[in-house]
């Protein structure tokens, strides 16, 4: 009787502590998770930035290139309606 009750206390021990590392392992590859989620939005900002800033400065060019006769309004037009698209 007293070695059921020693096997019943030891399960419900493992059983405690296993609850309390699925919990830590499940914590872990959230935050994990959540970290790499973070990194890619950055990423993602940082590449919309650049892209921006291609953009901007490919119009800049253009319009300077407008601004000498080099290129007609018309072209002009065209070029940046193609680059924004």
Known sequence: ML???IYLAVFIILV?????AVKAITRGVEAKQTLKEE????LNKVENE?????????IKEL???NNKGIISD???QKAKEKILN
């Not at 405690?16 to 309390?20: A, D, K, N, P, T």
């Not at 990194?39 to 950055?42: D, E, H, R, T």
Request: charged share 20%.
């Open 50 to 58: 650049s892209s921006n800033m291609e953009i901007a400065n490919q």
């Open 74 to 76: 018309e072209e002009f």
């Open 63 to 65: 319009k300077d290139l």
């Open 3 to 5: 070695t059921n009750i």
């Open 39 to 42: 990194k890619n939005l950055q």
């Open 16 to 20: 405690f502590v296993l609850s309390i």
